[in-house]
């Protein structure tokens, strides 16, 4: 019989399955229905760790899952191999960031061999190769030409540690999503690309998404979008010809304007404050220069002191004529709606504590007291508990209180709209200014659109060439790729401009255009481009004629399900979604949708807390499958508790997974019946556990409930270890039936050892390509007990009765038995005494 050596079976079976690929997908004529179940793919910086160890887990769980079902799954795997951790380590090291790069994927790679999740290898990508990053070039090409992606000269926000610009979404609270650092701005000319465009694309779409993906990413993604609806409103400005519009949420507020506030940073301050006195245009330059280092986060603040320089300018207001003073402040950001605000302190708190601040008047135009249709007010009580008359209520003076008014309430001090609510206001209010042209109805986003040039050489480098005489001219698609030059020689310290500026005979071209001398973009794209397609890249990865097949895409696209990180929910799960979308437009998709369905995997942590090098409680990926083999890890990830949850190390068992891994493999060896044997002959108790988790795991893996289906498993092998020991023994049909469904549910969890008993019940390899058994329905209906049914102490009726039957239903039954009826005949009924589920106890009167 052997004793269950994990190592052993690892050995055994990786060559067998490399023989024999059984994970390839898409074979020529293979008629089977198709998935395509997707990973993100790793970064390779050192070994793989638990997190990966989990979340490809998990993944491989889903493949090998919709196999069982009858599927061709795609499930391939590729590295995420561009990026600045990769050259930030090089340039520590002073190593090429090429040579340690590949060094870390082919770790990871033995790695996973190892660990051995169902991916199809002859699919295999990294983003770093020529033959992967040309398509990003063929990709910004395509986006160029559509004006998706541009050159605009703006702020930006610069890491001074890494001496490189950063996209919105990697400035976190204000501080460099990788480093740490306080951001701050810096005016350059970059690439972007107008993901603004597709804002209200990106935000519907979220709709459909709803409930296949978690609600706290759908969220994050709304938020992150942010669409505020409103309306823009003209003001005239005193000396100046053209308006100035504001973005407002509430323009029924208008008549509660009472000053204008603009970004110190937009080029409309600088234009008001010209007219100002010297006084004013120092204290308004000065202002500038400490305004230019903030971070947007403390900009908006709402409890930060506010500060602000008066530009001696006036606007007046278009539904009242009345002229109000304009400031230059903080709060107001340049590159939101139009870099400028009309202030109304009565009902914005950020405007009033600016009013405040500079004894601004405050007027106040919803009366927040007044009850409106729909809304229950919250009515105060006076000091006696007494619910207090309207006319009682203090009255609220935001200017003493310092509480700006934000509920609804009815228009007061405002004109034609007094009296309204505040939603028919804002109506009433867009009709009068849509009527005077003087404002519309509006909305803004939250979103900016992406910045994707980096000053850093270990990434896609931009194919475009500047010409003195022609401009940007794009590099022709048939002189893709344009190749990274080699990093010996160059300086990759970050310094603010690209390491591939300095490459001579790289950066030195002949203009496509002109022939003239020009000079390539010395900029290498953000590495969330490599990532917001690579999905469609894995179709065909070596094809050298396009970055994809569209009638691929059409067969495998869009990802039926995709497991990864929460730490995505935002940029690239954005970004993929949004390349998604232009390449829809440009006719090569037929979805707009990359990732039908989403799982995010809870974090591994140890002693509570998240593992780190740092904190010295890394548990070692390495070590640990080591230790205890790649099944028993599986196990106990799986088994730790439902995937999305976050899980500690210290708190789970690998001895005690392996040891359930040996029983279930002891059993398949001591099975004695013959393959043919007939399954109706077997055991029925064993059986109805057996066919009841064939009935409900695939319910149970469809909803992620992986850790259920090991318990049950582990419930399956008792029973059938029970069997053997002390029930029909090991040559019963039922024994053999129930190794062999644990064998092939197994293969989820553990394929090694799965793979092996399944050889050890009599069959080849592999198991993992095993259709699923179809449940016995009549070995799903619940075991019934006999109830007796007495007649005044003799036994007149037999009934088969559900173990949990309830007494008035089993009452119930006896009273309408036949036999019964019949005995009782024309007597009355004196009493009736139930012990369900096994005896109704009927007394007549006599
Ligand atoms: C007047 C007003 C009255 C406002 C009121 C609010 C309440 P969201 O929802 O985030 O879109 N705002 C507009 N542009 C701004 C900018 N560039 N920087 C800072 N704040 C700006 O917010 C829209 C509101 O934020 C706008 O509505 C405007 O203030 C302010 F009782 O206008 B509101
Ligand atoms: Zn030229």
Same mark, same amino acid.
């Given at each position: 019989?052997?004793?269950?050596?994990?190592?052993?079976?690892?050995?055994?079976?990786?060559?067998?399955?490399?023989?024999?690929?059984?994970?390839?997908?898409?074979?020529?004529?293979?008629?089977?229905?198709?998935?395509?179940?997707?990973?993100?793919?790793?970064?390779?910086?050192?070994?793989?760790?638990?997190?990966?160890?989990?979340? @490809? /887990?998990?993944?491989?769980?889903?493949?090998?899952?919709?196999?069982?079902?009858?599927?061709?799954?795609?499930?391939?795997?590729?590295?995420?191999?561009?990026?600045?951790?990769?050259?930030?380590?090089?340039?520590?090291?002073?190593?090429?960031?090429?040579?340690?790069?590949? +060094?870390?994927?082919?770790?990871?790679?033995?790695?996973?061999?190892?660990?051995?999740?169902?991916?199809?290898?002859?699919?295999?990508?990294?983003?770093?190769?020529? &033959?992967?990053?040309?398509?990003?070039?063929?990709?910004?090409?395509?986006?160029?030409?559509?004006?998706?992606?541009?050159?605009?000269?703006?702020?930006?926000?610069?890491?001074?540690?890494?001496?490189?610009?950063?996209? =919105?979404?990697?400035?976190?609270?204000?501080?460099?999503?990788?480093?740490?650092?306080?951001?701050?701005?810096?005016?350059?000319?970059?690439?972007?690309?107008?993901?603004?465009?597709?804002?209200?694309?990106?935000?519907?779409?979220?709709?459909?998404?709803?409930?296949?993906?978690?609600?706290?990413?759908?969220?994050?993604?709304?938020?992150?979008?942010?669409?505020?609806?409103?309306?823009?409103?003209?003001?005239?400005?005193?000396?100046?010809?053209?308006?100035?519009?504001?973005?407002?949420?509430?323009?029924?507020?208008?008549?509660?304007?009472?000053?204008?506030?603009?970004?110190?940073?937009?080029?409309?301050?600088?234009?008001?404050?010209?007219?100002?006195?010297?006084?004013?245009?120092?204290?308004?330059?000065?202002?500038?220069?400490?305004?230019?280092?903030?971070?947007?986060?403390?900009?908006?603040?709402?409890?930060?002191?506010?500060?602000?320089? @008066?530009?001696?300018?006036?606007?007046?207001?278009?539904?009242?004529?009345?002229?109000?003073?304009?400031?230059?402040?903080?709060?107001?950001?340049?590159?939101?709606?139009?870099?400028?605000?009309?202030?109304?302190?009565?009902?914005?708190?950020?405007?009033?504590?600016?009013?405040? *601040?500079?004894?601004?008047?405050?007027?106040?135009?919803?009366?927040?007291?007044?009850?409106?249709?729909?809304?229950?007010?919250?009515?105060?009580?006076? &000091?006696?508990?007494?619910?207090?008359?309207?006319?009682?209520?203090?009255?609220?003076?935001?200017?003493?209180?310092?509480?700006?008014?934000? /509920?609804?309430?009815?228009?007061?001090?405002?004109?034609?709209?007094?009296?309204?609510?505040?939603?028919?206001?804002?109506?009433?209010?867009?009709?009068?200014?849509?009527?005077? #042209?003087?404002?519309? +109805?509006?909305? =803004?986003?939250?979103?900016?659109?992406?910045?994707?040039?980096?000053?850093?050489?270990?990434?896609?480098?931009?194919?475009?060439?500047?010409?003195?005489?022609? /401009?940007?001219?794009?590099?022709?698609?048939?002189?893709?790729?344009?190749?990274?030059?080699?990093?010996?020689?160059?300086?990759?310290?970050?310094?603010?401009?690209?390491?591939? /500026?300095?490459?001579?005979?790289?950066?030195?071209?002949?203009?496509?255009?002109?022939?003239?001398?020009?000079?390539?973009?010395?900029?290498?794209?953000?590495?969330? $481009?490599?990532?917001?397609?690579?999905?469609?890249?894995?179709?065909?990865?070596?094809?050298?004629?396009?970055?994809?097949?569209? *009638?691929?895409?059409?067969?495998?696209?869009?990802?039926?399900?995709?497991?990864?990180?929460?730490?995505?929910?935002?940029?690239?799960?954005?970004?993929?979604?949004?390349?998604?979308?232009?390449?829809?437009?440009?006719?090569?998709?037929?979805?707009?949708?990359? @990732?039908?369905?989403?799982?995010?995997?809870?974090?591994?942590?140890?002693?509570?807390?998240?593992?780190?090098?740092?904190?010295?409680?890394?548990?070692?990926?390495?070590?640990?499958?080591?230790?205890?083999?790649?099944?028993?890890?599986?196990?106990?990830?799986?088994?730790?508790?439902?995937?999305?949850?976050?899980?500690?190390?210290?708190?789970?068992?690998?001895?005690?997974?392996?040891?359930?891994?040996?029983?279930?493999?002891?059993?398949?060896?001591?099975?004695?019946?013959?393959?043919?044997?007939?399954?109706?002959?077997?055991?029925?108790?064993?059986?109805?556990?057996?066919?009841?988790?064939?009935?409900?795991?695939?319910?149970?893996?469809?909803?992620?409930?992986?850790?259920? %289906? $090991?318990?049950?498993?582990?419930?399956?092998?008792?029973?059938?270890?029970?069997?053997?020991?002390?029930?029909?023994?090991?040559?019963?049909?039922? $024994?053999?039936?129930?190794?062999?469904?644990?064998?092939?549910?197994?293969?989820?969890?553990?394929?090694?050892?799965?793979?092996?008993?399944?050889?050890?019940?009599?069959?080849?390899?592999?198991?993992?390509?095993?259709?699923?058994?179809?449940?016995?329905?009549?070995?799903?209906?619940?075991?019934?007990?006999?109830?007796?049914?007495?007649?005044?102490?003799?036994?007149?009726?037999?009934?088969?009765?559900?173990?949990?039957? +309830?007494?008035?239903?089993?009452?119930?039954?006896?009273?309408?038995?036949?036999?019964?009826?019949?005995?009782? #005949?024309?007597?009355?009924? +004196?009493?009736?005494?139930?012990?369900?589920?096994?005896?109704? =106890? %009927?007394?007549?009167?006599?």
């Amino acid at each position: 019989r052997g004793t269950y050596d994990f190592a052993e079976i690892q050995a055994k079976w990786l060559p067998v399955w490399d023989e024999l690929q059984p994970f390839r997908a898409g074979a020529p004529g293979d008629t089977r229905p198709r998935k395509y179940i997707l990973d993100m793919f790793p970064y390779p910086s050192g070994d793989l760790h638990m997190g990966h160890a989990e979340a @490809f /887990g998990f993944g491989d769980i889903a493949a090998r899952y919709w196999r069982h079902q009858g599927f061709d799954v795609l499930h391939p795997i590729g590295w995420d191999s561009f990026g600045l951790p990769a050259e930030n380590a090089a340039i520590k090291r002073g190593v090429d960031p090429r040579e340690w790069t590949y +060094a870390n994927i082919d770790q990871q790679k033995r790695s996973f061999k190892q660990y051995a999740p169902s991916f199809d290898w002859s699919r295999e990508l990294h983003t770093s190769d020529p &033959e992967y990053y040309k398509w990003n070039q063929w990709l910004f090409l395509k986006l160029y030409e559509q004006g998706i992606a541009y050159r605009k000269a703006g702020l930006v926000n610069w890491c001074p540690n890494d001496q490189t610009v950063l996209a =919105n979404e990697q400035v976190v609270n204000g501080h460099c999503e990788r480093c740490g650092f306080v951001v701050t701005k810096r005016a350059l000319t970059q690439w972007y690309f107008r993901v603004t465009d597709y804002a209200d694309r990106l935000l519907d779409d979220l709709n459909q998404l709803e409930g296949s993906w978690p609600t706290k990413v759908v969220t994050m993604q709304r938020n992150w979008i942010g669409r505020s609806a409103g309306a823009d409103v003209e003001f005239e400005i005193e000396g100046r010809d053209e308006r100035i519009s504001v973005f407002t949420t509430r323009p029924d507020t208008l008549y509660g304007a009472t000053f204008m506030v603009v970004a110190p940073d937009s080029d409309l301050a600088a234009e008001l404050a010209e007219g100002a006195s010297p006084e004013v245009q120092q204290r308004f330059q000065d202002y500038l220069d400490s305004v230019r280092v903030e971070s947007d986060i403390d900009r908006l603040s709402t409890d930060r002191p506010k500060t602000g320089v @008066f530009l001696e300018r006036y606007a007046v207001n278009p539904v009242n004529g009345e002229r109000i003073p304009i400031w230059a402040a903080d709060y107001v950001l340049a590159d939101y709606g139009h870099g400028a605000i009309m202030a109304v302190p009565a009902h914005d708190q950020r405007d009033l504590d600016f009013a405040r *601040a500079f004894e601004l008047p405050v007027r106040v135009v919803v009366d927040t007291n007044a009850p409106v249709t729909g809304v229950i007010p919250v009515i105060p009580l006076d &000091e006696n508990g007494v619910p207090m008359l309207p006319e009682d209520l203090p009255a609220v003076d935001p200017a003493s209180t310092g509480i700006a008014l934000t /509920g609804d309430g009815r228009l007061i001090n405002s004109g034609p709209l007094n009296g309204l609510s505040k939603s028919n206001a804002i109506r009433r209010v867009i009709e009068l200014l849509e009527q005077r #042209g003087l404002g519309r +109805a509006a909305k =803004n986003f939250r979103l900016r659109d992406w910045l994707i040039s980096r000053q850093r050489y270990w990434g896609t480098p931009i194919p475009i060439i500047h010409c003195p005489d022609c /401009g940007e001219v794009p590099v022709p698609e048939s002189e893709l790729p344009v190749r990274l030059p080699d990093a010996a020689g160059l300086d990759l310290s970050p310094k603010g401009s690209s390491p591939l /500026g300095a490459a001579e005979d790289w950066v030195n071209v002949a203009c496509p255009n002109c022939g003239g001398a020009a000079r390539r973009d010395s900029d290498t794209m953000d590495t969330f $481009v490599d990532s917001s397609w690579y999905y469609l890249r894995y179709l065909n990865p070596n094809d050298d004629e396009r970055a994809f097949e569209p *009638a691929d895409a059409e067969k495998w696209a869009p990802v039926d399900q995709y497991v990864g990180g929460v730490e995505h929910a935002i940029l690239h799960l954005l970004y993929a979604r949004f390349i998604t979308k232009v390449l829809f437009d440009l006719g090569y998709l037929s979805f707009t949708e990359p @990732f039908t369905s989403l799982l995010n995997q809870g974090m591994v942590l140890m002693d509570g807390s998240k593992m780190s090098k740092s904190k010295g409680n890394l548990v070692e990926f390495a070590s640990e499958l080591g230790a205890h083999g790649a099944d028993a890890l599986r196990v106990t990830l799986a088994f730790a508790g439902p995937p999305e949850d976050d899980i500690d190390w210290a708190d789970l068992s690998p001895t005690g997974s392996a040891k359930f891994l040996a029983r279930a493999w002891r059993i398949a060896g001591e099975v004695t019946s013959s393959p043919d044997v007939e399954w109706k002959s077997g055991d029925p108790a064993l059986r109805r556990i057996t066919h009841r988790l064939l009935a409900d795991a695939p319910g149970l893996a469809e909803a992620f409930k992986f850790n259920v %289906i $090991v318990a049950r498993l582990m419930e399956l092998v008792n029973a059938t270890r029970k069997a053997i020991d002390s029930g029909p023994g090991a040559g019963d049909a039922a $024994v053999r039936e129930a190794a062999e469904v644990t064998a092939m549910i197994l293969d989820l969890f553990a394929p090694f050892t799965a793979e092996d008993m399944w050889e050890r019940l009599g069959y080849e390899p592999s198991v993992a390509l095993v259709p699923w058994r179809r449940a016995d329905p009549a070995l799903l209906v619940e075991e019934s007990v006999t109830a007796i049914v007495q007649v005044d102490g003799k036994v007149r009726d037999r009934l088969e009765v559900s173990p949990k039957i +309830a007494p008035d239903e089993l009452e119930a039954l006896a009273r309408a038995s036949e036999a019964v009826v019949r005995s009782i #005949g024309e007597r009355e009924i +004196a009493a009736v005494i139930v012990r369900a589920p096994r005896l109704v =106890n %009927i007394a007549t009167k006599r």
